[in-house]
C-alpha cells in the first residue's frame, strides 16, 4: 500500500508546484492522475520514488518512508517500482536489450556494469519480456531505429523486469496516435490484472481515463481536488469533467 | 534645469570626464567616460615614458616595466573607486541601479587599494613608482597627435556633462571615434608598424624565401661528376731541396703540369700590400673543351681555397682540351708549429654535371625521423591526456557532480577518510613497489600500484568514514553531531589555513621584505592562518549545521573547472619550458606538455559534451534503482562517446600541430630540427621541415575532419 502524506514539492524557482497532497492506494489499482498541464501530475510521480526531492511529507511505501532513505535503502525500492515515461527515455545508442536489461541494474553488483555484464539469466528475462510486449525480433537493433510506440513497449518492458510490484507512468501516451495509445494502455491494463502490479498513470485522455482507472484523483495548481472512483468518472458528463480538467480535456477520438 | 548647475557639470566634466555626468546622475555614462578617457590618457603618457627610456625605440618589456603598468592600473582603480565610491554615495543615495553598481565597483577597488598598499610596502618598490633622475619625456608627432585628440575628448566629455544636464541623451558616436583613432594611432607606435621598412626589405629576403617555399633539391643527394687534376708545389725553396717531380701529360686523363715545382710563397705586409712570390706557369690538358676549368689551391693542411688577385683562376679550355695561364703562388698563412719546406697542391677542377642519385639526402631522412617523432608525441600526448581527462570530465560535468552532497558530519568523516585512507595507500604502494624493485627496476608497475592504491584508498576512505561518522552520529546525542561537527570543521580549517598564512609570509610579504625576516614571521602568521582558518569554517559548521547538507558537488565542479581552466589558458609552449626544466630536452619534454594541456582541454571538452546530453536516460537508469557508477555506464557513456572519440581525435590533430612547434622551445620533434636549421641559416632545409609539418598537418586535419563527420 502507497501512502502519500501531505507532500509538498517547491522547486529552486519558488514555484510551488504540489500542496499539501494527501492520498492512498491500495494494492492492485489502477489509480489515474488527472489535471491540467502545470497542475503537478509529472511532480507528484516522480517525487513518489525520489527522481525530484520532495520538500516536505511523507511517502510510506508498505510502511517504509521512501522520503527518509539513504542511498542504498532508495536503491532497494526504486527496483521494486518501475517507472514508465512519455518522452519513453531510452538510450538510443545501445541496443534494444541492453535497454531492457538497464532494468536489472538494481539487482546486480555495480561493479559488473563497468563490463557491461549482465548474467544469463537475467538476458533471458529480459527477452522474455521483450517477447511479451511482441518485440523480441527487434532485440538487437538499436533503440534508435524503432518507432514511437515500440520505443514505449520496450519502455514498459524494461520496467517489466524490474520485477516491479508498482509502475508509475507519467503520461505513457501522450506522445503516441490514438491506436497505439490503446494498445499501450491495454498491456498497462494487463500487468495490473494479471499480476496485480499497483499502477499510478497520469492521462490526458478523457475516454482512456473512463475505459482502464479504477481509481481517479485529479490535481489543480498542485492542490488535490478531486477523488474518486473509476466508476464516478464514468458517470460524469463531459461537462463536470471538465470542471475538474479544464477545458483541456479532450476525448481521445477528437 | 538650471543653467548654473548644467554649468557646474560640465566644469566638473572638464576636470575629471565624467565627474559632471555623476552630479547629474548619469553615473552609467560617466563611468564609461571616465573608464574610455582614463585608459586611453595612460596609454599616452605609457608611450611617451617608454621612449624616453628606449631612445632606440627598442620596447622591451621589463619587470619594471610591467610592474608600474600593473600600479598604473591599480592606481587609476584606487582612484576611480575613490571618486565614485565616495563622492558617487553621497550625491546619490537614492538611485539603487547605481548604487549597486557602485557596489560592483568596490570589490575591484579593493583588490587595487591592496596592491597598491603592499607595493608600497617596500621602498624598493617605490623607487619603481617614481622616474628616476633626468628623464625627460620625448614628445614625438604621436604625442601631438594624442595631445590634441585627448583634448577633443576633454572637451567632448564636457560638452555631453553639458547636454546630459539637461536631460538630452546625446549619441556616442564623437566619443567613440576619438578613443578608436587614439587607439589606433598608439597602437602604431607600440607595434612599431613600418610599412617603408617592409618594402624595402622585402626584396633580400627572396632569395631565402625561395629556399623555404621550393626546398626539394635539398631533400635528395646529388653526386658531383667532376674532372680533376692535380700538381705539388713545394714552399719555400732552400737550396738543398729536392721538389716534387714535375708532372708528364697522361693520355685519356685529365693532367696539369706546373713548373716550377718549387718557389717562394706571396707575402702580405705589415700594410697589407702583397708581395708576389714566385710566377708559376700551368698547363693542362684531358679536359672538356668549351667548359670552364677552375684554379684551386690546397695549403699543407688540406684547405681548398680559390686564390684571389694573383693571376686567372677560370680558364675556358681550347678545343683541343687542353689550357695554359699563368699564377702566383699565393699568400698562405702557415701554420707556425710547421716549419721548413712544404708540400701545397694546385687543383684544376673542370665541374660536371651534378648525378640525380634518387638517394635522399641526410638531412631529409633526418627531417623524416623527427616528424614521426612529432606525430608519435601527438599520439601518445592526446593517448595520455584522454585517460586522465575521462574521470577529471566527470567531476567537471553540472549534472553529475551536483547531486553529489552529504552531511556537515559525512564531510568531516570523509576528510578523515581521504587524508587516512591516503596515507594508508602510499605506505602500502611503497611497500609493494620496493617487494617489485622499486621505481627504476620496475616503473611502470611502481606508478600503477601508487595510483591504484593510492586514489583507491582515498576515494575508499572518503565513502567509508563519511558513511560511517553520518550513521553513526545520527544514532548519538544532537550534543555529540554538534561537538563532531565544530570539531571537525575547525581541524579542517585550520589544516586549510595554515599553508595559506605560510604562503602569505614568503610569497607575499617575502616580495618586500628580507627573505630572512619573512622567514621569521612566518610561524606565527601560519598559527594566525590556522586560526582564521578555524574560525572561518566554524562559522561554515553552524550554517551548514542548520541546513544538514554540504553541497560538495558544487565544490568539486569548481574547483575542477578553476583548474582545467587556469591549466587550458596556459600555452602548450609555455608547458613546453616546464617540461624541459623538468625532464631535460628532448621529446619526453614535448610529451609533457601537450599531456598537461591536453588533459585540461580535453577535460573542458568532455564535460561540456556530458552537460549537453539528455536527461532523460539519467532518470530513466536511475529510476531502475541502477546507483552512480551503473547511470554513468549505461545513461551517461553511450550518449557522450562519439562526442568523446570527436574531440579526441580533433585534439590529436591539434597535438599534432602543436608538437611540431613545441621542438622550439626544446621539446623534441621536427619543431627542433626547424629551429636549429634556422639558427644555422640553413633555410633550404628549414624548408623542408616545413613542408614536411605543413603536409602532415592537412593531411591529419583532413584525415580526422572525415572520421568525425562519420561518427557524429
Ligand atoms: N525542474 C523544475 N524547476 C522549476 N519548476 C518546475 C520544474 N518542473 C516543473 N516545474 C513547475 O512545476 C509545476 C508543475 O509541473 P509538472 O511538470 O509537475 O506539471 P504536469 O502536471 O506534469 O504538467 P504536464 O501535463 O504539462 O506534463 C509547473 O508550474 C512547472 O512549471
Ligand atoms: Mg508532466
Not at chain 2, 190 to 206: N, Q, S
Not at chain 2, 484 to 493: H, P
Not at chain 2, 542 to 568: D, E, S
Request: proline share 5%.
Amino acid at each position: 500500500m502507497l501512502k502519500v502524506e501531505h507532500l509538498t514539492k517547491v522547486y529552486g524557482t519558488g514555484t510551488v508546484a504540489l500542496q499539501d497532497v494527501s492520498f492512498e492506494v491500495e494494492d492492485g489499482e489502477f489509480l489515474v492522475i488527472i489535471g491540467l498541464s502545470g497542475s503537478g501530475k509529472s511532480t507528484l510521480l516522480r517525487s513518489i520514488n525520489r527522481l525530484i526531492e520532495p520538500t516536505e511529507g511523507r511517502i510510506l511505501w508498505n510502511d517504509v518512508d521512501i522520503t527518509a532513505l539513504d542511498e542504498a535503502g532508495l536503491r532497494r525500492i526504486r527496483r521494486e517500482i518501475g517507472f514508465v515515461f512519455q518522452e519513453f527515455n531510452l538510450v538510443e545508442r545501445l541496443p534494444v536489450l541492453t535497454n531492457v536489461l538497464t532494468g536489472r541494474l538494481g539487482y546486480v553488483p555495480p561493479w559488473w556494469s563497468l563490463f557491461y555484464y549482465f548474467p544469463a539469466q537475467d538476458r533471458r528475462r529480459a527477452l522474455d519480456a521483450l517477447e511479451q510486449v511482441g518485440l523480441a525480433d527487434r532485440a538487437h537493433h538499436r533503440a534508435s531505429e524503432l518507432s514511437g510506440g515500440q520505443k514505449q513497449r520496450v519502455g514498459i518492458a524494461r520496467a517489466l523486469v524490474q520485477n516491479p510490484k508498482m509502475l508509475l507512468a507519467d503520461e505513457p501516451v501522450a506522445s503516441l496516435d490514438p491506436v497505439l495509445a490503446h494498445s499501450i494502455m491495454g498491456y498497462l491494463e494487463r500487468l495490473n490484472q494479471e499480476r496485480g502490479i499497483t499502477i499510478l498513470c497520469s492521462l490526458h485522455y478523457l475516454d482512456l481515463v473512463q475505459r482502464y482507472a479504477t481509481r481517479v484523483i485529479g490535481l489543480r495548481n498542485g492542490r488535490l481536488v478531486f477523488e474518486g472512483t473509476g466508476d464516478d468518472i464514468r458517470h460524469m458528463t463531459d461537462e463536470e469533467f471538465k470542471q475538474i480538467y479544464g477545458e483541456e480535456a479532450q476525448r481521445l477520438g477528437g | 534645469m538650471r543653467i548654473g548647475k548644467r554649468l557646474l557639470a560640465a566644469v566638473l566634466s572638464l576636470l575629471v570626464p565624467g565627474l559632471g555626468h555623476l552630479l547629474v546622475g548619469r553615473v552609467r555614462r560617466g563611468l564609461y567616460i571616465a573608464l574610455g578617457t582614463g585608459v586611453l590618457a595612460g596609454l599616452t603618457v605609457f608611450t611617451a615614458a617608454q621612449r624616453a627610456r628606449f631612445p632606440e625605440e627598442v620596447y622591451g618589456l621589463s619587470a619594471q616595466v610591467l610592474l608600474r603598468l600593473g600600479l598604473m592600473a591599480a592606481f587609476v582603480w584606487a582612484a576611480l573607486w575613490l571618486v565614485y565610491g565616495a563622492l558617487g554615495r553621497a550625491v546619490l543615495r537614492a538611485d539603487a541601479e547605481a548604487a549597486e553598481l557602485m557596489a560592483q565597483l568596490y570589490t575591484p577597488g579593493f583588490v587595487a587599494l591592496g596592491v597598491l598598499f603592499f607595493s608600497l610596502a617596500g621602498p624598493r618598490l617605490l623607487q619603481t613608482v617614481l622616474p628616476a633622475d633626468g628623464e625627460r619625456l620625448l614628445y614625438g608627432t604621436i604625442l601631438l597627435i594624442m595631445g590634441v585628440l585627448l583634448a577633443l575628448l576633454w572637451w567632448w566629455a564636457a560638452r555631453d556633462a553639458w547636454q546630459t544636464a539637461a536631460d538630452a541623451e546625446p549619441g556616442w558616436g564623437g566619443f567613440i571615434a576619438l578613443v578608436l583613432v587614439g587607439t589606433l594611432v598608439l597602437g602604431t607606435r607600440i607595434v612599431g608598424i613600418d610599412l617603408p621598412k617592409a618594402i624595402r626589405e622585402y626584396r633580400e629576403t627572396e632569395r631565402i624565401l625561395g629556399d623555404i617555399f621550393w626546398p626539394w633539391r635539398a631533400a635528395f643527394d646529388y653526386e658531383a661528376t667532376e674532372l680533376r687534376a692535380t700538381a705539388l708545389v713545394q714552399a719555400p725553396c732552400p737550396p738543398d731541396a729536392t721538389p716534387p717531380p714535375v708532372n708528364q701529360p697522361q693520355e685519356g686523363q685529365p693532367w696539369v703540369v706546373v713548373e716550377p715545382t718549387c718557389g717562394d710563397l706571396s707575402v702580405r705586409d705589415s700594410k697589407g700590400k702583397l708581395q708576389y712570390g714566385t710566377l708559376l706557369h700551368i698547363r693542362g690538358g684531358g679536359f672538356v673543351p668549351g667548359k670552364i676549368v677552375k684554379i684551386k689551391w690546397e695549403n699543407p693542411i688540406g684547405n681548398e681555397f680559390t686564390p684571389r688577385g694573383l693571376g686567372p683562376t677560370e680558364i675556358e679550355v681550347g678545343p683541343d682540351g687542353t689550357f695554359e695561364s699563368e699564377l702566383y703562388i699565393p699568400d698562405v698563412v702557415i701554420p707556425s708549429f710547421a716549419q721548413g719546406p712544404q708540400i701545397h697542391k694546385l687543383h684544376a677542377v673542370q665541374p660536371g654535371a651534378l648525378r640525380f642519385t634518387g638517394q635522399l639526402s641526410r638531412e631529409m631522412k633526418l627531417a623524416l625521423q623527427a616528424m614521426l617523432e612529432s606525430i608519435m608525441i601527438g599520439l601518445m600526448a592526446t593517448f595520455t591526456g584522454m585517460l586522465w581527462a575521462v574521470p577529471l570530465s566527470f567531476l567537471a560535468a553540472r549534472n553529475l557532480t551536483f547531486t553529489l552532497r552529504t552531511s556537515p558530519q559525512g564531510l568531516v568523516g570523509g576528510v578523515l577518510g581521504l587524508v587516512l585512507g591516503g596515507a594508508v595507500g602510499l605506505q602500502a604502494a611503497g611497500r609493494i613497489a620496493d617487494a617489485l624493485g622499486g621505481l627504476d627496476a620496475a616503473p611502470v608497475s611502481t606508478a600503477i600500484v601508487h595510483f591504484v592504491l593510492v586514489t583507491g584508498a582515498a576515494v575508499l576512505g572518503f565513502r567509508w568514514l563519511s558513511r560511517g561518522l553520518d550513521a553513526l552520529t545520527q544514532r548519538m546525542p544532537p550534543l555529540v553531531t554538534d561537538a563532531v561537527r565544530y570539531i571537525g570543521f575547525a581541524l579542517i580549517g585550520a589544516a586549510l589555513g595554515w599553508p595559506l598564512g605560510l604562503g602569505y609570509a614568503h610569497g607575499i610579504l617575502g616580495i618586500a621584505w628580507d627573505p630572512r625576516d619573512a622567514a621569521a614571521i612566518a610561524p606565527t602568521l601560519a598559527r594566525v592562518g590556522a586560526g582564521l582558518g578555524a574560525l572561518a569554517w566554524l562559522g561554515l559548521a553552524r550554517r551548514w549545521g542548520q541546513q544538514g547538507v554540504v553541497p560538495i558537488g558544487q565544490w568539486i565542479y569548481t574547483i575542477t573547472r578553476t583548474i582545467l581552466n587556469v591549466v587550458r589558458s596556459i600555452e602548450p609552449l609555455i608547458w613546453g619550458l616546464v617540461g624541459v626544466i623538468w625532464v631535460g630536452l628532448g621529446p619526453f619534454a614535448g610529451f609533457i606538455a601537450l599531456t598537461i594541456h591536453t588533459v585540461a582541454a580535453l577535460g573542458k571538452l568532455y564535460s561540456e559534451a556530458i552537460e549537453s546530453i539528455h536527461p532523460g536516460p539519467i532518470e530513466a537508469v536511475q529510476s531502475t534503482g541502477a546507483n552512480r557508477l551503473q547511470t554513468i555506464m549505461f545513461a551517461v557513456l553511450p550518449q557522450v562517446l562519439p562526442h568523446f572519440t570527436a574531440y579526441s581525435l580533433y585534439r590529436w590533430d591539434i597535438n599534432v600541430r602543436m608538437s611540431t612547434v613545441i621542438g622550439l622551445v626544446g621539446g623534441g620533434g621536427i619543431g627542433f630540427l626547424l629551429i636549429q636549421w634556422i639558427r644555422q641559416v640553413q633555410y633550404e632545409h628549414a624548408g623542408l621541415a616545413v613542408w614536411l609539418i605543413a603536409l602532415t598537418v592537412s593531411t591529419l586535419d583532413f584525415v580526422s575532419a572525415t572520421i568525425r563527420k562519420k561518427i557524429v
